[in-house]
């Protein structure tokens, strides 16, 4: 599970912000009902591509964050492919990717469509989530998950930038 506990000596380097408006393109959804923002200040962030970062967001997660992180997934509907592969990140197809960006790209069973999108910046890592609804079954299911994700969101990425 995610640790929601944080020492509060050490300021966090990770904070919530507005989906920046260049990156809303680089959807390929047809329309975005959900969209949240992450980014964590690191300095010069040269060090791993985009898509070396977003594994080491999900892949290098604790056991139990994978596992509920899949288990979540899969219950919004989402349809992932292998845990680990060069074409998948923890099971999200890799839908582009060059070293700055990745985006990631999950299909629905259940109505619901997902992306993730890793941006490397000059001093700073933004992770952005936007999601598709479709039906009012997927509009249920989001309704569950929606009040926990930017808290997961925080966590995955304080997490990785440790």
Same mark, same amino acid.
């Given at each position: 599970?995610? /640790?929601?506990? &944080? /020492? ?10 507005? @989906? ?51 288990? !979540?997934?899969?219950?919004?509907? *989402?349809?992932? !492919? ?5 074409? +998948?990140?923890? !099971?999200?197809? @890799? ?18 469509? !997902? ?14 989530? +936007?999601?598709?609804?479709? /039906? /009012? ?5 989001? &309704? ?12 995955? *990425? ?5």
């Amino acid at each position: 599970m995610l /640790d929601s506990t &944080t /020492d509060p000596q050490i300021p966090s380097r990770v904070r919530h912000v507005p @989906v920046p408006p260049e990156v809303h393109p680089l959807s390929t959804l047809a329309r975005i009902d959900y969209e949240n923002a992450v980014l964590a200040d690191l300095g010069p962030a040269q060090d791993r591509t985009a898509e070396q970062w977003a594994r080491a967001i999900l892949e290098d997660a604790p056991p139990e964050t994978r596992h509920a992180l899949t288990q !979540g997934w899969t219950a919004l509907g *989402l349809q992932l !492919g292998p845990a680990r592969s060069e074409d +998948f990140v923890l !099971g999200w197809p @890799v839908r582009h990717s060059t070293p700055d960006l990745v985006l990631l790209s999950a299909d629905p069973t259940l109505g619901l469509s !997902g992306e993730l999108l890793v941006q490397r910046r000059p001093q700073s890592l933004l992770l952005a989530c +936007f999601i598709q609804l479709e /039906d /009012d079954t997927a509009r249920a299911l989001w &309704t569950q998950a929606e009040s926990r994700h930017p808290h997961v969101m925080h966590q995955l *990425l304080e997490q990785a930038t440790r």
